[in-house]
């Protein structure tokens, strides 16, 4: 149980385009997702935390017009990155969390973005 | 406030000795504590998870991890290593809704 899924696993997009990423909680309904960014050979950093229903919570320094957020229901969350740029390339994670998970984040897969 | 420090980013250990991953935590409120291993272009398995309950925890492909309180400490241990073990691992606590990770640290396993 508790599995969570990304699409896609990889993207290569030409810069100034948007790009979609998908997560989804296959067998549990999420309350909250979670946005990471991952940078090579570093730790996660947190971009923003969604509630079903609710507008996501940014953390400080992420633009919110660029890594728009959207969790319509209680097992998909979306990422659209917009008017990508090369220095948006990295692995993005994202994670649920379901009502009794004592706060326990379940993780995907992972996308990881190229943006030439 | 919460913040986890992991000692070392690079850990090489021979196949069949002893693994000893250290964290060190800060938390305001009774944390919960987490180990995930990370393996190249994947995402996040949880190894281990403290809730509160025992102290001593254990987990997935024999790895374990003991609560101190005192020394605000989660080390994470497996007593022989394999070749499979080789990954980034990471520690990670929660003491409101937001996770909080370490920096990592690459485990190596020397054949």
């Known amino acids: 149980g508790a599995v969570v899924s990304q699409h896609p696993s990889w993207v290569i997009c030409k810069s100034g385009t948007s790009v979609k990423i998908e997560c989804r909680s296959l067998d549990f309904q999420a309350t909250t997702m979670f946005w990471y960014r991952q940078f090579p050979k570093q730790s996660l950093m947190l971009m923003a935390t969604?509630?079903?229903?609710?507008?996501?919570?940014?953390e400080q320094g992420v633009e919110k017009d660029k890594f728009l957020i959207n969790h319509a229901s209680l097992t998909l969350s979306t990422l659209t990155v917009t008017s990508a740029h090369p220095e948006d390339s990295s692995f993005y994670i994202c994670s649920a969390r379901g009502q009794r998970s004592y706060n326990e984040q379940f993780f995907g897969p992972g996308t990881r973005l190229t943006v030439l | 406030a919460q913040s986890v420090t992991q000692l070392g980013s690079h850990v090489s250990v021979s196949e069949g000795a002893l693994v000893l991953l250290r964290c060190n935590y800060s938390?305001?409120?009774?944390?919960?504590l987490f180990w995930y291993v990370q393996y190249p272009n994947q995402g996040l398995q949880l190894l281990l998870k403290?809730?509160?309950?025992?102290?001593l925890v254990k987990g997935i492909n024999g790895f374990e991890a003991e609560f101190k309180k005192s020394e605000t400490s989660f080390h994470l241990t497996k007593p022989s290593a394999h070749m499979s073990d080789a990954a980034e691992y990471f520690c990670a606590v929660s003491g409101n809704e937001k996770l909080t990770f370490g920096t990592g640290t690459r485990l190596t396993i020397i054949p």
């Open positions: 969604s509630n079903e229903g609710s507008k996501a919570t940014y």
């Open positions: 403290y809730t509160s309950a025992a102290t």
């Open positions: 938390s305001s409120v009774p944390p919960y």
